[in-house]
């Protein structure tokens, strides 16, 4: 008789294998108990547009009929007859992307012609996640590369009133992740508020429109908000502050934030007066206030373990996480010509440090850089990747493998080097320097790119 193993240690075993697609799809033919736990979990986030058409052909299997009747009355479609689905796929999903929906269904042409019987399959599909989803988890209506075609389609046909169909209420009410475009209306904003509480990461991507009281009232209504991530990709810094005046009014969100992301928005100046207790990821890329920032940073650096900072190449700034984030564990920051002693006294007071990733000036020596981090990175540094750095012969990269492997305790390094073509050093002479102290113990990992 072969043994089978108990069944909650099959889902435990399959989850292991939740981003591993092509194992899952093999596990489904195997027998009935493991094409169920498979579908299970290859149904939670169904929004791949490698198979796409696939996945929009079964969801029109599986609409109930009164749906189907509506379909083919008004002309939309011709459905066969087929066997039922093997089982009630639509109430496996957990992840909800609008985007892609109507993507998946409506090619250029379709929308071009505004024919509004291409938006009766999509409001059916809608209906059907509303009623039979019991508890979806992420939502994403935040159109992809700006497409104004199906931006166009999407405001026309009102694609956000499936707020409003029966089941919605229960479908979203345990909603924990939210990304979506900024000119929403705030009318759906504030209608979602009164049904969402618990969204722990929210995503808006900033356009010349801001349905500010909307947006405001949604981050306001939220119990256990750990992360924000703003965007605004056109450069214009359109953001508007009273957004977070909720963040001055109450310590519920200070308190619960764990993670920060503003790309092409300013850190917003009313985060410089309210302490974030619990704060520990900051990811900053353009449009970067160095004063407002290190004003931030003396009340918030403390718990920080993560601290990206991107195109900003300032020597205060960095002295700043010196001395004021000794919690770090990864940082990616730039550094200045003359700015070789502010890395040494972040290695220095940064004793939980594991990881930099840094873009220096052509002027920095890459020979200076490595010595100091051979010399005084903290005893956990494992990780460095150095962007534009000015290695001029591979005797600076064989003295720092060397000095390397003299740390106690010695852990394998990662070094990732874009030489950005600055440096003469070869390939062919790298590649066994490399496998010398691979051998040694010394290296774990080694990039090196001239290009």
Not at 108 to 119: A, R
Not at 251 to 257: F, G, M, P
């Amino acid at each position: 008789m072969i043994s089978t193993l108990p069944t909650d240690c099959l889902n435990k075993i399959f989850e292991c294998l939740e981003e591993d697609k092509a194992t899952l799809h093999s596990c489904i033919l195997v027998n009935r108990l493991w094409c169920r736990i498979s579908v299970e979990i290859l149904w939670r986030n169904i929004w791949d547009l490698k198979c796409i058409d696939q996945i929009i052909r079964t969801l029109i299997d599986c609409l109930p009929n009164e749906s189907k009747d509506l379909l083919i009355n008004n002309g939309v479609i011709s459905i066969p007859i087929s066997n039922p689905p093997l089982f009630n796929y639509v109430s496996l999903c957990k992840v909800l992307s609008i985007p892609h929906l109507l993507i998946g269904y409506c090619t250029y042409i379709e929308i071009l012609t505004q024919d509004p019987k291409n938006y009766l399959i999509i409001q059916e599909i809608l209906k059907m996640f509303m009623k039979q989803i019991s508890s979806l988890k992420e939502m994403d209506f935040s159109f992809i590369e700006d497409d104004y075609v199906f931006d166009f389609f999407y405001n026309k046909y009102n694609f956000l009133n499936f707020i409003n169909f029966p089941g919605a209420n229960d479908c979203l009410k345990n909603l924990s992740e939210l990304i979506c475009d900024s000119y929403i209306n705030s009318e759906f904003f504030l209608q979602l508020s009164k049904i969402c509480h618990n969204i722990n990461s929210l995503v808006i991507k900033f356009e010349e429109t801001v349905s500010v009281v909307g947006i405001k009232e949604l981050i306001s209504c939220q119990n256990n908000l750990k992360s924000i991530s703003f965007t605004c990709n056109d450069g214009s810094n359109i953001f508007d502050n009273d957004i977070l005046n909720c963040f001055k009014a109450s310590t519920k969100h200070s308190n619960t934030l764990i993670e920060l992301f503003l790309f092409g928005i300013s850190l917003p100046s009313i985060f410089t007066r309210i302490i974030f207790s619990n704060l520990r990821f900051l990811k900053l890329v353009l449009s970067i206030n160095v004063d407002t920032l290190i004003k931030f940073l003396v009340i918030n650096g403390k718990n920080l373990e993560e601290l990206s900072v991107f195109d900003c190449n300032n020597n205060s700034l960095n002295l700043a996480i010196a001395n004021y984030c000794p919690n770090l564990k990864s940082l990616y920051v730039n550094f200045p010509s003359n700015g070789i002693e502010e890395l040494k006294m972040i290695f220095v007071n940064c004793q939980q440090l594991e990881s930099i990733r840094t873009s220096s000036s052509s002027r920095l020596s890459g020979k200076r850089l490595l010595e100091l981090v051979a010399k005084y990175s903290p005893k956990n540094f494992h990780e460095l990747n150095l962007r534009e750095v000015n290695l001029k012969s591979k005797d600076h990269l064989e003295s720092f493998f060397s000095s390397w492997k003299d740390r106690i305790p010695l852990k394998p390094l990662s070094l990732i080097i874009n030489g950005n073509g600055k440096g003469p050093l070869n390939n062919n002479i790298i590649r066994k320097l490399v496998e010398k102290y691979k051998g040694l113990g010394v290296i774990k990992k080694f990039e090196y790119s001239n290009k």
